[in-house]
């Protein structure tokens, strides 16, 4: 199927961990996006790489850190884990300025 | 604060009635809209999108209406069904050929039996 896979589904951990989450697009698209959805439903854009570099880089705390291996990746990784970046984390893809592609997200929980 | 907003945060609708879902945005130089539906658990599902230089967009059982005088979205929903129920999002990139998309709040919508 083609599609914009997330992993983790679901991560609990505690506070002050390092954890990564993972994406993968197998639509051939040149552009990912990491979204984060608070409890309110609200989606606010993280980052952005376009053929592995990173476009949009919004105001997101530098313990936050995207990776790029190539253009069908990006990874998200976080260090210190805090209570408040507990969320829903989205990964999306477009072909340039198009309409996106969403991943099923992952539900990160920090206790 | 965020340009793209929504005007009711829920929506009940009966089962075979028209849903319709509104939208403002503040920004004129927004040329590309896009709304998306979100079931619970899952990712935002592409809907529809239009494009600045027109009015009215359909598609299957959904039609997408821009006013930009009063820079104004909506989302119709003809014949709603269970189905439909789930969080409406509007979506706007704020100036030509922007990768960015940003989101308005969201519309509940619960459709009755």
């Known amino acids: 199927d083609t599609a914009v896979s997330q992993t983790p589904k679901y991560l609990v951990t505690q506070m002050g961990n390092d954890k990564s989450i993972k994406c993968e697009q197998n639509?051939?698209?040149?552009?990912m996006y990491w979204y984060k959805q608070d409890s309110k439903k609200f989606l606010k854009i993280m980052f952005s790489?376009?053929?592995?570099?990173?476009?949009i880089n919004e105001t997101v705390p530098n313990r936050f850190s995207p990776k790029s291996p190539d253009k069908a990746h990006l990874n998200l990784h976080i260090n210190s884990l805090e209570l408040g970046d507990s969320a829903v984390y989205f990964c999306?893809?477009?072909?340039?300025?198009?309409?996106?592609?969403f991943g099923s997200g992952t539900r990160l929980t920090v206790v | 604060g965020e340009s793209v907003g929504l005007h009711l945060p829920t929506l009940s609708v009966q089962e075979g009635d028209n849903s319709i879902i509104n939208c403002a945005y503040s920004n004129s130089a927004s040329d590309y809209f896009i709304w998306y539906k979100q079931e619970s658990g899952k990712g935002p599902q592409f809907i529809i999108d239009i494009r600045s230089n027109m009015d009215k967009r359909q598609g299957q059982r959904v039609t997408v209406l821009l006013n930009k005088t009063v820079k104004h979205l909506s989302l119709q929903i003809a014949a709603t069904q269970p189905g439909d129920s789930a969080v409406y999002f509007c979506a706007e990139k704020r100036k030509p050929n922007d990768y960015k998309l940003s989101f308005g709040a969201g519309t509940t919508v619960t459709v009755r039996a």
């Open positions: 790489y376009n053929n592995k570099e990173l476009i």
């Open positions: 639509l051939g698209h040149d552009t």
């Open positions: 999306a893809s477009s072909q340039a300025t198009g309409d996106y592609t």
